[in-house]
């Protein structure tokens, strides 16, 4: 089996307003900058994605740019802005990643809370998993193919935030 690592990020800081719709909220000038140090953290840890699953909102957007701008020197893989991402389930993601290919190796999924902190409980759940901040970074392992990946099949090997 190929080793196999999952990402989970939560979107950077984006903008509070009662204007536009909430898919349409931009990142603040400091969520731009914790994104670019959540791609570069994850270019130092060698954490470089194969797959990229995204939600279409605009914060998301644009913290997967901040980040594939750090890792452009190790890798630009395209990224799938999945709408299901955007107002979900835990389950509903776990589904997206079962849906990837057995070798897919490292997979990065940027999405919204509670949603990203739940799907990194159900897949380990005895790790009491703390809810992340913006631009936060779940590191999961799993331990079987991602078609068969099910609760409690990834443990968490390491937990990142943008600020103290």
Known sequence: MTETTLVLLRHAKAAQTDEGEDIDRPLTTRGHGDAAAAGAWLLRRGLVPAHVLCSPARRTRQTWHAVAVALAEAAQ??????????????????SLLQELPDDAGTVLLIGHNPTVTGLSALLAPSSATPALRTAGIAVHRPRVPWSRLGPGDAALAELYTARG
Request: net charge negative; charged share 15%; aromatic share 12%.
């Open 77 to 94: 893989p395209a990224a799938a802005y999945r709408a299901e991402i955007y107002d979900s389930t835990p389950g509903t993601l776990l």
